[in-house]
């Protein structure tokens, strides 16, 4: 299976080629999105086979010298490589449409196979330099898809800034692994799991991991990146990156602190806890202020990123704590819901791309009354919509829940320092999927209810049927996972296993495909029963209505508070909407402020209200770094101007230093 999979990888590199030579020409496109499709599935196929069956591994004739490179396939692997598998396909799926309307195909087209190829290569590296290469191969061609539309505003500054989070990210990773290489110089993956490094260092390499795996994931305060390059990328691209790379991010936080480390002290979990609730509740705050409509999807990969690491760290506090079935329902939530967000991520992405193609619009200000111009499209994101606010029977609801479960067993824990981080985290993620409703209400309804706010909208055509049909795909898929979650629970039986030493029970075999996460006495959950009800009640109440229901046409005078004036002014905004929140939270968090200026008397002009949001992250960690480096460059520009007798005295000072420090060094 491991042979198979290098071959789709060598074959995503091949169309890598293939589209950098004929990416001007009218067949290139649909031929690079067509291959990457059918790679995809085959990527898919391997990594489902891959979950149940035994590791197998292969030594390549590249990487380090008289070393080699390492490569295998396990459990863990092969779940992530269902991730990518899925999103790949469904992503290139859309593109075979939605990739008609580049500009400039050549900046697409060799660098969409060579992402793919990065993605797959991480999850089945064994080594180090294998890990890290791919890591590195993933960035700089997500990094040139980021700078594709290189023309629009605001797009170079998100590249550059990726970038560099992106190195960070990448040398965090690398400073890890020399940790647990250690001084032997193992960096083949077998080594580090057979090395007991000593505390101080087993904590380092986990606050590396947090770092490099951090960045790249979107934990905050290190996803300033992730709302500037989402929006900047194509639409399949987003998908890509929010659906698929930063899940790729948390395979790399499992893979070293799970399998390689195996850290075994609670603080470990209470940090990874800590770090997942902050981010769950700001991803959403900030959302929440967003009326771009791919930022705000961005800033919803936050959020749910918190819900995984919560997951995670529930995960870690179990294990330290022997509770190994507590763990592994944890890991199983976690791993869930990574599935889960990939896929009505990728959903609500490539409606957005869907909208921008038919309006040219990201702004919801400016759109409104699309679901009579884009019904299909409506749907699609609807559920998607529905599924990540975890409203049952879609598949958001199932990992949310699991998650809730695993808080529910921290009465067992004795450290205190749990005792106050779990339940502080139940509550943040309580908040964050009560604040994603409101969120989402708010897209919906502004982006596809009411009346067009503007002629762009008012103009809308559904999009092609290559859109449509990856779009519909994945909202069936939501569907499905939130009917039959047992036989997901089940499929991730194989990877708690390996990591936690036990699995949740089988949920295939009990009655009415009910999951029962730990026993039947504390909670069970039947998503079917669910389907069934709200199916049944919908149509029941659709029949009632239409049976008995007047026919008769009344017609009253317009209520004044309703629809006198048919301008779309009249309609609630984006801005409006978010408005309570933003007075609640904004304040303390965002340190908004509102300016209300109000006519004088006899002045009919209207009032305005201007409010300003700041972003403390930005300002507090990255602006002042970002003002430091400016200063020290402009100061070390100056160095460029000097005269020949400067340059030889810096040259003569520099060797007196040097031949100082090595005489006091001796």
């Not at 893979?255 to 940090?271: K, M, Q, T």
């Amino acid at each position: 299976m491991i042979d198979l999979v290098l071959a789709c990888i060598l074959a995503w590199l091949a169309l890598a080629l293939f589209g950098g030579v004929t990416a001007r020409f009218r067949l290139g496109t649909p031929a690079v999105y067509a291959g990457s499709l059918l790679v995809a599935l085959v990527v898919l196929v391997s990594g489902i086979a891959a979950i149940p069956a035994a590791a197998s591994r292969e030594t390549l004739p590249i990487g380090l010298p008289w070393v080699g490179g390492h490569v295998r396939l396990d459990a863990l692997s092969g779940f992530f490589l269902v991730i990518i598998g899925l999103g790949s396909a469904a992503s290139s799926l859309f593109a075979l449409g939605y990739g008609r309307h580049e500009i400039e195909p050549q900046r697409v087209l060799p660098f969409y196979p060579l992402f793919l190829a990065g993605l797959a290569l991480v999850v089945i590296a064994d080594d180090a330099f294998i890990f890290v290469f791919a890591w590195e191969l993933m960035s700089i061609a997500s990094w040139a898809l980021v700078l594709a539309y290189h023309r629009q505003s605001g797009t170079t500054r998100a590249a550059v800034i990726y970038l560099l989070m992106a190195s960070f990210s990448g040398l965090a990773l690398l400073l890890a692994f020399g940790l647990l290489a250690g001084t032997s110089g193992g960096y083949a993956f077998d080594a580090m799991r057979a090395a007991h490094p000593a505390s101080w260092v087993a904590a380092l390499v986990l606050i590396l991991a947090l770092i490099g795996a951090g960045s790249k994931a979107g934990i905050v305060p290190l996803h300033v990146w992730l709302p500037l390059a989402h929006p900047a990328a194509p639409s399949h691209v987003s998908a890509l990156m929010s659906g698929v790379m930063t899940k790729v991010a948390v395979y790399c936080f499992i893979r070293i602190v799970f399998d390689l480390l195996r850290v075994p002290d609670w603080w470990a979990g209470a940090l990874v806890l800590a770090l997942g609730g902050i981010t769950a509740v700001l991803g959403v705050l900030y959302a929440l202020m967003e009326h771009d409509l791919k930022r705000l999807l961005a800033y919803h990969t936050v959020e749910n990123i918190g819900i995984i690491f919560i997951g995670l760290g529930l995960a870690l506090a179990f294990g330290a704590n022997g509770l190994h079935a507590a763990a592994a329902l944890a890991l199983t939530a976690a791993l869930f819901h990574v599935f889960n967000h990939a896929v009505f991520k990728s959903v609500l992405f490539f409606g957005s791309g869907a909208v921008l193609t038919a309006t040219g619009e990201r702004d919801m200000e400016k759109l409104g009354g699309l679901i009579h111009r884009m019904p299909q499209t409506a749907f699609c994101f609807l559920v998607g919509c529905a599924a990540i606010s975890a409203l049952p029977p879609l598949n958001g609801f199932v990992s949310e829940w699991l998650t809730f479960q695993a808080i529910l067993l921290h009465p067992d824990l004795p450290q205190w320092g749990l005792k106050v981080t779990i339940p502080a985290d139940g509550a943040s993620l309580a908040l964050a999927a009560a604040l994603a409703a409101a969120c989402f209400v708010k897209v919906f309804g502004v982006s596809f209810l009411g009346r067009p706010r503007g002629t762009a909208a008012a103009q809308a055509r559904e999009v092609d049927r290559f859109s449509l049909a990856a779009m519909f795909v994945l909202a069936a898929i939501c569907l499905l996972a939130g009917i039959f979650p047992g036989a997901l629970i089940d499929a991730l039986a194989p990877v708690a296993q390996a990591l936690t030493g036990a699995h949740m029970p089988n949920q295939i075999g009990l009655d009415w495909l009910t999951i029962v996460p730990v026993a039947e006495s504390r909670s069970s959950y039947n998503g079917l029963l669910v389907f069934v009800f709200i199916a049944a009640s919908a149509s029941l109440m659709a029949w009632a209505i239409h049976r008995f229901a007047s026919h008769a046409v009344r017609r009253a005078p317009a209520w004044d508070c309703g629809f006198p004036d048919s301008s779309p002014m009249t309609q609630y905004t984006a801005s409006s909407f978010a408005q309570p929140i933003r007075r609640v939270f904004g304040a303390l968090v965002f340190r908004a402020h509102e300016t209300v200026t109000m006519p004088p008397p006899g002045d009919a002009s209207p009032a305005r209200i201007e409010k300003s949001i700041s972003d403390p992250i930005w300002n507090t960690f990255y602006a002042p770094i970002a003002s430091a480096v400016t200063r020290a460059a402009d100061l070390l520009n100056h160095l460029q101007f000097l005269t020949i007798r400067r340059y030889l005295g810096f040259v003569f000072a520099a060797l007196v230093l040097l031949l100082l420090a090595l005489a006091v060094w001796q």
